[in-house]
């Protein structure tokens, strides 16, 4: 009964101390105007972005990004084949990471290629 007591001391005070507080009064300058809107705008998309990843495993890095270019150019090929130009596809980087087994002591395995695509659509 005691901390239920506190509890309820304590919500009133801390109500009278908000409510003592001070709120600033807005003191209008002479031959001001004050100005405020919200707005609102809508359109139709007309620019579509898709991001893709391609990555290839091999024995080899040099495999590996052998085979990541032949799947950059079997991309190619699709937006060719559908009516794309090809530079609108921004190839990234490609980045070769080694791939490792753990037990019984650390040796390589083989290695990742990955590189990102970005495909941009306009008036789609």
Same mark, same amino acid.
Request: zero cysteines; a neutral charge; glycine letters at 4%.
């Given at each position: 009964m005691r901390s239920a007591s506190a509890v309820v001391a304590v919500f009133l @005070? #801390?109500?009278? @101390?908000t409510l003592a507080q001070e709120h600033p009064s807005v003191s209008a300058l002479p031959n001001t105007v004050y100005v405020g809107a919200d707005g609102k705008f809508e359109a139709v998309p007309d620019t579509a972005q898709i991001q893709m990843? @391609? !990555? !290839? /495993? =091999? =024995? #080899? #890095? /040099? !495999?590996? +990004?052998?085979r990541a270019s032949k799947d950059v150019e079997q991309m190619r090929q699709v937006l060719r084949a559908n009516g794309l130009d090809p530079k609108s596809a921004t190839v *990234? %980087? %490609? #980045?070769?990471?080694?791939? +490792?087994?753990?037990?019984?002591? /650390?040796?390589?395995? *083989? +290695?990742?290629?990955?590189? =990102?695509i970005t495909l941009k659509l306009k008036d789609f």
């Amino acid at each position: 009964m005691r901390s239920a007591s506190a509890v309820v001391a304590v919500f009133l @005070i #801390s109500v009278a @101390i908000t409510l003592a507080q001070e709120h600033p009064s807005v003191s209008a300058l002479p031959n001001t105007v004050y100005v405020g809107a919200d707005g609102k705008f809508e359109a139709v998309p007309d620019t579509a972005q898709i991001q893709m990843n @391609i !990555a !290839a /495993q =091999d =024995d #080899s #890095s /040099q !495999a590996a +990004y052998q085979r990541a270019s032949k799947d950059v150019e079997q991309m190619r090929q699709v937006l060719r084949a559908n009516g794309l130009d090809p530079k609108s596809a921004t190839v *990234g %980087f %490609f #980045s070769v990471q080694p791939l +490792y087994e753990w037990k019984p002591k /650390q040796r390589v395995i *083989g +290695y990742r290629v990955t590189t =990102d695509i970005t495909l941009k659509l306009k008036d789609f």
